[in-house]
């Protein structure tokens, strides 16, 4: 009889991506999913230590894990990712119930824990080595029905961003091949994915023996079939003009840019250690534009880091009124234990940065709605990804530019593209209508 597993996973799209390939590890090894955590031999969080939010997550959910252990002593709990990586010790003396520590360049191990965990009764299995070769290139995620298929590309960052702990728990970059690449993406499009997102903590300072993000986006962007391509996250030293060209003239490449800003102010950036300048910013932000007309551009905004003051954090503000993003991610500065930030004494009270994240968001909301009202009255080809939340007659898809627009079902189903006349903007989605034209030519 086959034993059971449940994993469940925190963090970013790379998490997620890692939880698909540690699926498909225990799947050959033997084991199946179960959606029924109470029945599951083994259960496995794998984690994320980006911000402290994150963390009490994980811890709260490892209680619970453990009053699972206590009805059925023999269930493996197992922490991986990120928090097994950066807070071992603490895990293994606060936390005795847990079985397996596995870092994210250890998942091969896996099979082979379960396996002696089953025949020898210790106490823990700890494997959080990091590696400069590992990128599980021969390995195919197991991946649920769905619409996206995420890609990894590439593992580690070699920026050392003073806030960032992900160095630390993934370790230095080092890049899959274009080969091991596109077969994944052959597999994808295959099992019927309609979009494919290529992941990597720096997405597009890709290098695999010479060939940089651009060589490899224009051929996944040739392999046959494939619908839509995003890419995410891409750092503002490594975005060039040679990738906005291919984004060009690939039209299955969405016309969609996430591009981190972080802070406005040149002094914070370099305590940050983010090696732009707010003038390269803007001025990547606006050949970005011009390169690519109606794109969308996103972005990333820490509010409060450490010594920020009220006029460097006002020049955060002015930056997002130059650029006017499409859309953020908002956060506090949260203090990680071992980046150099840590180290910093000059920190801002919560009250402040609390009040600074609400200038920021409001401020987002305006640029969102004056964007999204642009699209007014335009033809846009939208994927139907989902019921709407709001009611089970309505759709709700993105157009290649990242926006959700919502709109009356038809005759479609999940994974069509229909063209969508944009009626309305309110907040951030964008509310529309089946083109009639395209209506009639799906009756006839």
């Not at 709260?60 to 991986?80: D, N």
């Not at 009764?121 to 990091?130: F, G, P, R």
């Not at 910093?344 to 600074?356: A, F, G, L, P, T």
Request: aromatic share 8%.
């Amino acid at each position: 009889m086959s034993k059971s597993y449940h994993i469940e996973t925190y963090g970013c799209q790379m998490n997620v991506a890692d939880s698909e390939l540690v699926s498909a590890m225990l799947n050959d090894s033997g084991y199946k999913e179960t959606d029924d955590i109470n029945s599951a031999d083994a259960i496995f969080v794998n984690t994320c230590a980006i911000r402290e939010h994150a963390e009490d997550k994980v811890h709260s959910r490892l209680g619970f894990y453990h009053k699972i252990k206590m009805q059925k002593p023999s269930t493996i709990i197992g922490v991986l990712g990120c928090m097994a990586q950066n807070l071992k010790e603490d895990i293994l003396e606060s936390k005795p119930y847990v079985d397996i520590v596995l870092g994210p360049d250890s998942y091969r191990k896996l099979p082979e824990m379960l396996s002696d965990r089953a025949k020898i009764d210790t106490s823990h299995i700890v494997d959080t080595k990091l590696s400069r070769y590992e990128v599980y290139d021969n390995l195919f995620p197991s991946r649920k029905e769905g619409i996206n298929a995420w890609v990894s590309i590439m593992r580690g960052c070699d920026k050392f961003c003073t806030f960032c702990i992900v160095p630390f728990t993934r370790g230095r970059e080092r890049s899959r091949s274009i080969e091991g690449i596109i077969n994944e993406v052959k597999i994808a499009v295959q099992n019927g994915f309609s979009e494919i997102t290529l992941l990597g903590q720096n997405v597009n300072s890709y290098n695999f023996e010479g060939n940089k993000f651009h060589t490899l986006l224009s051929k996944v962007a040739e392999v046959k079939n494939v619908k839509r391509i995003r890419y995410t996250s891409p750092h503002p030293q490594d975005m060039s003009v040679e990738v906005l060209d291919v984004m060009k003239d690939y039209d299955n490449i969405c016309n969609y840019v996430h591009l981190p800003l972080q802070a406005g102010n040149n002094n914070i950036l370099k305590r940050m250690n983010r090696t732009y300048t707010r003038e390269r910013f803007i001025e990547l932000a606006n050949l970005i534009r011009n390169k690519l007309p109606k794109v969308g551009i996103s972005t990333d905004i820490i509010v409060g880091f450490p010594g920020e003051n009220d006029f460097e954090f006002n020049e955060t503000l002015q930056v997002m009124d130059e650029v006017k993003f499409d859309s953020a991610f908002t956060f506090k500065y949260s203090s990680r234990p071992g980046t150099k930030a840590s180290g910093y004494k000059d920190h801002v009270s919560e009250n402040e940065k609390q009040i600074r994240l609400e200038k920021v968001i409001d401020k987002q909301k305006t640029h969102t709605k004056a964007r999204n009202e642009n699209f007014i009255n335009n033809i846009e080809e939208v994927l139907v990804e989902k019921d709407s939340k709001r009611s089970d007659k309505q759709w709700a898809g993105r157009t290649d530019s990242n926006k959700w627009v919502i709109f009356d079902k038809n005759t479609e189903k999940i994974g069509d593209f229909v063209p969508v006349r944009i009626n309305s903007a309110n907040g951030i989605t964008l509310q529309g209508s089946i083109e009639k034209i395209y209506e009639m030519e799906f009756a006839t």
